[in-house]
């Protein structure tokens, strides 16, 4: 079993309402094969929503406290962040996952690369929020 991320599947849940699919994915999901978690809907954001980026760091710096999650108004959104990494690590727990195939450069998903906190689509290195909590519990992380 695998955990996906939701968009990758088909599902119409990006910040934009629309879905990132990736068919394989979606054929793994309809097979039970993965498991596909949005972790800012599970974080109680809505469908659309608002674009947001890491500000001062990268997903570790927001757990540790060290950073947060704003959206392109300048809202502080980082306790939804947590709380659906959380939601998506209780399902990875929950079915004994070990591997994850997320969303590129998202600031939940993104592995190894994510934007810059400042809206003006510069890549840095480092992880989303979701993903930095999984690699942390042992879970291998790759981006779609």
Same mark, same amino acid.
């Given at each position: 079993?695998?955990?996906?991320?939701?968009?990758?599947?088909?599902?119409?849940?990006?910040?934009?309402?629309?879905?990132?699919?990736?068919?394989?994915?979606?054929?793994?999901?309809?097979?039970?094969?993965?498991?596909?978690?949005?972790?800012?809907?599970?974080?109680?954001?809505?469908?659309?929503?608002?674009?947001?980026?890491?500000?001062?760091?990268?997903?570790?710096?927001?757990?540790?406290?060290?950073?947060?999650?704003? /959206?392109?108004?300048?809202?502080?959104?980082?306790?939804?962040?947590?709380?659906?990494?959380?939601?998506?690590? /209780?399902?990875?727990?929950?079915?004994?996952?070990?591997?994850?195939?997320?969303?590129?450069?998202?600031?939940?998903?993104?592995?190894?690369?994510?934007?810059?906190?400042?809206?003006?689509?510069?890549?840095?290195?480092?992880?989303?929020?979701?993903?930095?909590?999984?690699?942390?519990?042992?879970?291998?992380?790759?981006?779609?």
């Amino acid at each position: 079993m695998m955990l996906v991320s939701a968009c990758l599947a088909g599902i119409d849940c990006a910040w934009d309402g629309k879905d990132r699919l990736a068919p394989r994915i979606k054929h793994m999901v309809e097979k039970g094969l993965a498991v596909a978690v949005c972790p800012e809907v599970l974080g109680g954001r809505p469908i659309p929503r608002t674009r947001t980026e890491i500000r001062g760091g990268s997903g570790g710096n927001v757990l540790d406290g060290m950073a947060k999650v704003f /959206d392109e108004n300048s809202k502080d959104v980082t306790k939804e962040f947590l709380i659906g990494a959380h939601k998506a690590l /209780d399902i990875v727990e929950k079915h004994n996952i070990k591997k994850a195939i997320l969303k590129s450069r998202s600031p939940s998903c993104g592995c190894d690369e994510i934007y810059d906190g400042s809206f003006q689509g510069r890549l840095v290195r480092g992880d989303g929020v979701t993903a930095a909590l999984l690699k942390r519990k042992g879970v291998s992380c790759q981006n779609i």
